[in-house]
């Protein structure tokens, strides 16, 4: 086994460099071209947090078009 960053483990595996990959990997039609999915073993979902003073309510995703928003970068990577 050896360990390598979110985009290497996709790389080392579409070049030939690894057999099989194993992360927190969305199924995607885009990826299904090129890779064979096992069965999924973890379902994952988004999440949006706030702090409770702030008052903000999101009705809409694109509400957040002009917002500054941290996130997990594997988490954004995995649905590109």
Known sequence: MTAYDWLGMLGALTSGQADVAFSGISIA???KEIMDFSNPYFTSTWQLIRLKNRHIKITD???LKNTLL???LAAYLMTM
Do not use: A, T
């Open 29 to 31: 039609d885009k990826r």
């Open 61 to 63: 995703l694109s509400q």
């Open 70 to 72: 941290p996130i997990q």
